[in-house]
């Protein structure tokens, strides 16, 4: 499976790359064995149809994951559905712009975070099996991340 590291040409996307100084605003997972990708948008966690999400995505980087077949089914209908965190997504706001304006370092750990709602970088990394706090990541964290970059 292919992680992709995306932008989107909104407000949303736009100001977040704006305020952390980084290219993309969004990871979702290519299953590449099925047209499918999935990824956790604000309004929750689904699946699309693979060629309609390339259309609306631009793709700014992408990291090769080996995976289980039966691992992925098992994250898809435990996954697919669930909520987008919004008060985790919050927090994340303030701090990267507490972070943007007087330089207060981001925590690593996201004091509002649900266990069962997911921000895209949470989904992905659960997914994937990154054993971190991931509601304090920006995409391009995680990326950094999975690649071993510092």
């Given amino acids: 499976m292919r992680i992709l ?53 631009q793709i700014v980087d992408y990291v090769l994951q080996k995976h289980n077949e039966l691992d992925i089914y098992k994250a898809l209908r435990k996954y697919e559905e669930a909520s987008y965190d919004i008060r985790a997504y919050l927090y994340f706001a303030w701090r990267v712009a507490l972070k943007k304006f007087f330089g207060i370092p981001l925590p690593l750990t996201n004091k509002w975070a649900s266990p069962k709602d997911f921000l895209c970088t949470e989904l992905v990394g659960t997914v994937v099996k990154v054993d971190r706090d991931l509601a304090m990541m920006t995409p391009w964290m995680l990326r950094n991340y999975l690649k071993g970059v510092k």
């Fill in 5 to 57: 590291f995306c932008r989107h040409h909104s407000m949303s996307s736009d100001l977040l790359e704006w305020a952390t100084e980084e290219p993309c605003s969004h990871v979702a997972i290519d299953l590449e064995f099925i047209p499918i990708v999935m990824h956790s948008t604000l309004r929750k966690v689904h699946l699309s149809w693979a060629p309609n999400f390339y259309m609306k995505w």
